[in-house]
């Protein structure tokens, strides 16, 4: 889909107060009726029906007829609309380029401030995939169930916001925090390969040795990564050091799998080596002497992070979430909504070494949206 800030500076304020009465109205409804969004926005009957018009046919909504009321439901690019508006109101987002990467679970594009200063713009799409495989099964969300792709997305971003925010503020590498608004955070751009792309570097050994002592940072801070692989690690084009990105799954040391997520981590990286650059090491960190040597630590970032307004709830919605989608995806089920998937099937392997990613549980990617889609069959399940 595609995504244009200009937009965003045309919109009446009546059109604005009809497409967010939608929104409202999704959060207990998956059709929101028309005589609820007359009723929410507090304009004239007549004058709500038009606005519904033209907010369809710029696809911010989508008329629903085949229900037991004709209503509306907010797009992906409503939702987008909204989350963009709101950080070019606060004057964080002004223009929006290209996109350059299509996850499973995210859309990644290029923006742009007043400035022209370039930044990233993260929009998570969970539920985009394997949402209806999952719904009937659990309860996640009680009454906010029709609202589960919008709720669940929101909670990634935030989620994913925290951790930026916390990890930046301790010195950890990882892109600068800058706005977050519904499912989107905006962030530094980083002048980076991913570590996928690359084939040598001056030294296997010492890139080797600050990864692994970047996991041993975080989780003497009292974090794991979750997703520590060579998709998520970003190498700087100028300087080769290593920035980490993509928090949705992070989990603290205190998780009762820690030390399963610790040693997968490891374990990523340890095969990444040996296979891309024929490096192996005797010495690699393990858990629990990681944990004793971390002594005491001066902070705790997994309560630091509990304490920024992500709480264990949220942090336990969205758990549960990633769990069943990736145990969904055994059964593999395809989304019907089917609005951006094609595009996702025409991207490339972009480092042309598709092949890789065939050797049997070879793979160790396995999070939330790899923006490849090759690695997508391939993803494991977390438990
Ligand atoms: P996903 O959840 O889809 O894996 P990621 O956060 O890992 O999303 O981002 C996907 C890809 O987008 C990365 O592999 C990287 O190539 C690019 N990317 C993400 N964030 C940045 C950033 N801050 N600067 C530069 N590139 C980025
Ligand atoms: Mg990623």
């Known amino acids: 889909m595609k995504l244009d800030a200009t937009d965003l500076r045309y919109i009446t304020s009546d059109e604005f107060r009809v497409l967010t009465a939608v929104e409202m109205g999704s959060k207990n409804h998956e059709v929101v009726p028309s005589t609820l969004i007359v009723q929410i926005s507090g304009l004239r009957n007549g004058g709500v029906n038009k606005i519904l018009g ?35 109101k606060r004057d964080s987002l002004y223009s929006v380029g290209n996109q350059i990467g299509v996850g499973k679970e995210s859309d990644i594009y290029i923006v742009a401030d007043l400035e022209g200063n370039e930044m990233v713009l993260k929009l998570h799409r969970l539920g985009r995939v394997s949402f209806r495989a999952i719904k009937e ?9 029709s609202a589960s792709w919008m709720y669940m997305s929101r909670l ?31 962030m530094e751009f980083i002048d980076a390969y991913p570590l996928r792309q690359i084939d040598e ?41 290593p920035i980490v990105i993509d928090f949705p799954q992070m989990v603290s040391t205190s998780h009762e799998n ?61 758990e549960e979430y990633m769990e069943s989608v990736h145990k969904a995806e055994g059964s593999e089920v395809e989304d019907e909504e089917g609005e951006e998937d094609e595009e996702e099937e025409d991207e490339e392997d972009e480092d042309g070494d598709g092949a890789e990613h065939g050797e049997e549980g070879s793979t160790t990617h396995h999070g939330l949206g790899a923006h490849l889609p090759d690695v997508r069959s391939s993803r494991q399940s977390r438990t």
């Open 54 to 88: 033209v907010l369809a046919k710029r696809n911010l909504t989508a008329k629903v007829q085949n229900s037991k009321y004709d209503g509306y439901r907010l797009t992906y690019g409503g939702y987008d609309f909204l989350a963009m508006r709101a950080m070019s």
């Open 137 to 145: 099964k659990r309860d996640y969300m009680g009454k906010r169930k």
């Open 156 to 186: 990634a971003a935030q989620k994913e916001w925290a951790f930026m925010k916390v990890l930046h503020e301790h010195g950890f590498p990882v892109p600068r925090p800058i706005d977050q608004a519904r499912h989107c955070i905006l």
């Open 201 to 241: 570097v001056p030294s296997p050994g010492k890139l080797y040795s600050q990864l692994m002592d970047l996991i041993v940072r975080f989780a003497q801070a009292g974090l794991i990564h979750g997703d520590f692989n060579e998709f998520n690690i970003l190498i700087r084009r100028e300087s080769g050091e």
């Open 258 to 318: 820690a030390e399963w997520y610790f040693n997968r981590d490891v374990e990523c990286i340890r095969t990444f080596f040996r296979r891309r650059f024929r490096y192996e090491s005797a010495i690699y960190p393990r858990f629990k002497s990681t944990l004793n040597e971390g002594g005491e630590a001066e902070f705790k970032l997994d309560v630091v992070v509990a304490a920024s307004g992500f709480g264990r709830r949220e942090m336990r919605v969205l």
